[in-house]
């Protein structure tokens, strides 16, 4: 997959317009809290399926001035070809509809395009602040976290996970107004069993390829064992293929439907499932280990699915990920995310963070809403 060639802003976040060009190589961004470091990375990041790596609504992301809201914000992106130049470049335009402010618009090369066929152009993977309470947070963000990565290997995963939530949600409402009729519950059961068996098969796939990555190769980063405890997801671990599990899922949804009516909701499903992490070495689950190891064991993840989509080319976005490494790690991560050859945006209060990549990434300094495009670190 290409890389980002050219970044173009309007209105969005901090930035009023801003216009940038970037190296299919590391780019690291420095400045003091609040410059704007993280509203790129953002921007970046809504250049994927889905809410970007804030999760923000579409009509919080315009631009404040005075008070008020700008009336839109665009995003428009031109990629590298798959050659590193831009001879035949692909373009990328998300927005706010303006007459409609919770509606955003995507265009691929003009036309309008739909969210699988974005992740077919662009793969995405990115590590924030916010998930570093990923192991001991809420089971959902767990559930969100694998969920992103299984993008990669099934474009159609944002699709298929939200089709089973809006089947599940119609389910849910003839649960709670207590609708007893046999032939509603079966229509939107069918769906619901179809995509959910889809969700849980996607999870597992990218959870088996991860866990080849992480014990294939030891690094500074500590491994991980990763599995999945879903009543769908043992399923597919004890061998049934795609049929088997949603035939399975469908008589089950059947079968406690009268349990499901009594609690007002469905109660057994991907929606449920958890993602196990444990610190391989030390045997422990990643919620007890240290905030420092727990940091570690996100980062080996992030490399792990990086080796593992590798021949998808992602584009990589490390919000913050250095601060809190010993020199020893941060030195290490430099030659891990050189040797991926990926393009990958990196953010940092201060310069120094980035010295282990020398002259071999680009450097911005980030104030004001603005790109300052400087020289690489010598060696």
Known sequence: MPSIA????????????????FEPSVVALYGPNGAGKTNLLEAVSLL???RGLRQAGVGSLARVEDGMSQPAWGINAQLHSLEGDIDDPTRISIGQVPEHPRKRQLKIDGRPATGPELARRLSLLWLTPAQDRLFSGAASDRRKFIDRYALAFAPDHGTNASRFEKARTERNRLLSENVSDRLWYEAIEADLSNYGARVAQARMTTVTNLQIEVSARKTAFPQSLIGLDGNLENRFADGADLTTVAEDYRAQLASTRSIDLRAGRTL??????????????????AALCSTGEQKALLIGLILAQARAVHDKEPIL?????????????????????????????MTGTDQSLFSDFGARAQFFHVADGALANLDGMEE
């Open 268 to 285: 057994i499903g991907p929606h449920r499932t958890e993602l196990h992490v444990t610190h391989a070495e030390k045997a422990m689950p």
């Open 6 to 21: 050219s970044l173009r802003l309007i209105d969005f976040r901090s930035y009023a317009a801003l216009d940038a060009a």
């Open 317 to 345: 976005l490390l919000d913050e990920v250095a601060a809190h490494l010993d020199a020893v790690r941060r030195a290490a991560l430099a030659e891990e995310l050189l040797d991926l050859g990926l393009q990958i945006f």
């Open 48 to 50: 994927a399926p889905g």
